[in-house]
């Protein structure tokens, strides 16, 4: 195994605030849908959908149009967009009429259509290190590990529902982390194995949370009935300085557990885990989060340093940006090792920001980063897309 030299890694993040989804959110569709699309076809989720690799025009199908409350199609892919339908109404009821003119801003692709309900998606994976900030006021402090070429690298400001929203975008609507108005936090980690069953991605669960609840507890009445397809760790915490991390999974019932910390590993003690270096990363916080004096300033600083910062971006599980969430006063900050980016609920705006990360991986087989693994059997990973700005 032998060092290399470091590679640069540019990325512009865009921040596009809108309430309801309108031409911004449509031009981050068009950019980013024939990526999703490839992925969401790929092994062998065309015969789960039941369109071919030409999608609706390849197979023959015959759109129906919209009708009721959705689309409706002929054929084996219309009883597949039909039961995402039903289950995103059965379950997540309050997100429908967002979910029907995201459709119509798609003009209509019974394949997007859905790919949007997120119920049953290809698996997907990303290795991250989250804990909620103990001190007087109360703060979630998150670094998200991934490919970067895979990010959408947006943060969107929203209110579908009525209710003030911001986070990191991911599958076109869902949220890997966010805040909302009431003040309530919530991220996403990997859950170190894979298992996979009938339910959603968890970027949707994450948009559900923040767009029903106002506090911790209500979170974890939403978390504990909400069907997931893969394994997760999620972290939560409100304004009131409370707390929790469930762990999520299609195969077993939700462990609740009052850490304020989370990496990529299952709750019993010595369970195995598909994501090097885990364990070191949940020491490290089990350790930080109760010191003596630790500040907030103190907190995100460790996560920009080794173990709990990846430089592994060749590998796919690089650190993307380590997001710090106030929701005593409603701010949101994405923080690199050279830069920060600030925004409030109150005043969320567009516009952008660039960074260069930096690359000083091993080459060889064997390496990974802390966050995860260079390949991972069952995942289908995105295929990168060329990017424009969303608010072009």
Not at 24 to 49: H, K
Not at 261 to 267: D, F, G, S, V, Y
């Given at each position: 195994?032998?060092?290399?030299?470091?590679?640069?890694?540019?990325?512009?993040?865009?921040?596009?605030?809108?309430?309801?989804?309108?031409?911004?959110?449509?031009?981050?569709?068009r950019?980013?849908?024939?990526?999703?699309?490839?992925?969401?076809?790929?092994?062998?989720?065309?015969?789960?959908?039941?369109?071919?690799?030409?999608?609706?025009?390849?197979?023959?199908?015959?759109?129906?149009?919209?009708?009721?409350?959705?689309?409706?199609?002929?054929?084996?892919?219309g009883?597949?967009?039909?039961?995402?339908?039903q289950?995103?109404?059965?379950?997540?009821?309050?997100?429908?009429?967002?979910?029907?003119?995201?459709?119509?801003?798609?003009?209509?692709?019974?394949?997007?259509?859905q790919?949007?309900?997120?119920?049953?998606?290809?698996?997907?994976?990303?290795?991250?290190?989250?804990?909620?900030?103990?001190?007087?006021?109360?703060?979630?402090?998150?670094?998200?590990?991934?490919?970067?070429?895979?990010?959408?690298?947006?943060?969107?400001?929203?209110?579908?529902?009525g209710?003030?929203?911001?986070?990191?975008?991911?599958?076109?609507?869902?949220?890997?982390?966010?805040?909302?108005?009431?003040?309530?936090?919530?991220?996403?980690?990997?859950?170190?194995?894979?298992?996979?069953?009938?339910?959603?991605?968890?970027?949707?669960?994450?948009?559900?949370?923040?767009?029903?609840?106002?506090?911790?507890?209500?979170?974890?009445?939403?978390?504990?009935?909400?069907?997931?397809?893969?394994?997760?760790?999620?972290?939560?915490?409100?304004?009131?300085?409370?707390?929790?991390?469930?762990?999520?999974?299609?195969?077993?019932?939700?462990?609740?557990?009052?850490?304020?910390?989370?990496t990529?590993?299952?709750?019993?003690?010595?369970?195995?885990?598909?994501?090097?270096?885990?364990r070191?990363?949940?020491?490290?916080?089990a350790?930080?989060?109760?010191?003596?004096?630790?500040?907030?300033?103190?907190?995100?600083?460790?996560?920009?340093?080794?173990?709990?910062?990846?430089?592994?971006?060749?590998?796919?599980?690089?650190?993307?940006?380590?997001?710090?969430?106030?929701?005593?006063?409603?701010?949101?900050?994405?923080?690199?090792?050279d830069?920060?980016?600030?925004?409030?609920?109150?005043?969320?705006?567009?516009?952008?920001?660039?960074?260069?990360?930096?690359?000083?991986?091993?080459?060889?087989?064997?390496?990974?980063?802390?966050?995860?693994?260079?390949?991972?059997?069952?995942?289908?990973?995105?295929?990168?897309?060329?990017?424009?700005?969303?608010?072009?």
């Amino acid at each position: 195994m032998k060092s290399v030299a470091p590679r640069a890694v540019p990325l512009t993040f865009y921040s596009v605030a809108e309430p309801v989804p309108g031409q911004g959110w449509q031009n981050l569709f068009r950019s980013a849908w024939p990526a999703y699309r490839q992925w969401y076809l790929r092994d062998g989720a065309a015969a789960a959908t039941g369109l071919g690799p030409g999608g609706v025009a390849g197979s023959g199908l015959a759109l129906g149009g919209v009708a009721g409350s959705g689309l409706a199609l002929g054929g084996v892919a219309g009883s597949e967009l039909a039961l995402c339908e039903q289950m995103l109404a059965a379950h997540m009821p309050e997100l429908v009429p967002t979910w029907q003119r995201l459709v119509a801003l798609a003009d209509g692709d019974p394949l997007a259509a859905q790919m949007l309900t997120l119920y049953n998606p290809p698996p997907f994976l990303a290795g991250c290190s989250q804990a909620v900030y103990l001190g007087s006021e109360p703060a979630l402090v998150r670094n998200y590990d991934y490919a970067p070429e895979l990010l959408e690298r947006v943060v969107f400001g929203s209110a579908f529902t009525g209710r003030r929203v911001v986070g990191m975008s991911d599958c076109l609507w869902g949220l890997v982390d966010g805040m909302n108005d009431a003040g309530l936090a919530v991220s996403l980690a990997f859950g170190g194995r894979l298992a996979m069953g009938p339910g959603f991605g968890i970027p949707l669960v994450l948009r559900y949370v923040l767009e029903v609840c106002d506090t911790a507890a209500q979170a974890r009445l939403a978390l504990a009935r909400l069907p997931v397809h893969m394994a997760y760790n999620v972290t939560v915490a409100d304004r009131a300085g409370d707390y929790f991390t469930v762990f999520v999974s299609p195969d077993s019932e939700p462990v609740f557990l009052d850490s304020p910390i989370a990496t990529n590993l299952e709750p019993e003690p010595g369970s195995p885990t598909t994501a090097p270096h885990s364990r070191e990363r949940q020491a490290l916080l089990a350790s930080l989060v109760r010191q003596p004096g630790l500040t907030l300033d103190d907190l995100v600083s460790r996560f920009l340093e080794p173990p709990l910062h990846s430089d592994a971006y060749d590998q796919g599980f690089g650190t993307l940006y380590t997001a710090v969430y106030r929701p005593a006063d409603l701010s949101v900050e994405y923080r690199w090792r050279d830069s920060s980016w600030q925004h409030s609920i109150g005043s969320f705006a567009s516009g952008q920001h660039d960074v260069v990360l930096a690359s000083r991986d091993a080459v060889g087989p064997a390496a990974a980063g802390p966050g995860g693994h260079s390949t991972s059997p069952g995942a289908s990973p995105r295929t990168p897309w060329p990017w424009n700005p969303p608010m072009a």
